[in-house]
């Protein structure tokens, strides 16, 4: 299920964007990021559409998608 990120608490979001960062380790180039960085370029991304927020109910989990994959 994809929870609306304009539905969150600003706050909110920010943790779960946080949470998914240090739980991916995802390797982003040459160019270490910091973690503000990474947030920033993540929000931007969930604003803009690219990506979403996805809620599974089986694993009860929280993760966040490319949104042309996760629709695919």
Known sequence: M???WQKL???T??????SVILRE???YGINELSLTEKR???LNQIKQGSAVIV???LHESID???KT????
């Open 13 to 18: 979001l920010e943790n779960i964007v946080d």
């Open 2 to 4: 994809i929870i609306p």
């Open 64 to 66: 966040i998608k490319d």
């Open 40 to 42: 920033n370029n993540l």
């Open 69 to 72: 994959e996760f629709l695919g």
């Open 25 to 27: 380790g995802t390797d």
């Open 55 to 57: 809620w599974s109910e």
């Open 9 to 11: 608490d600003e706050h």
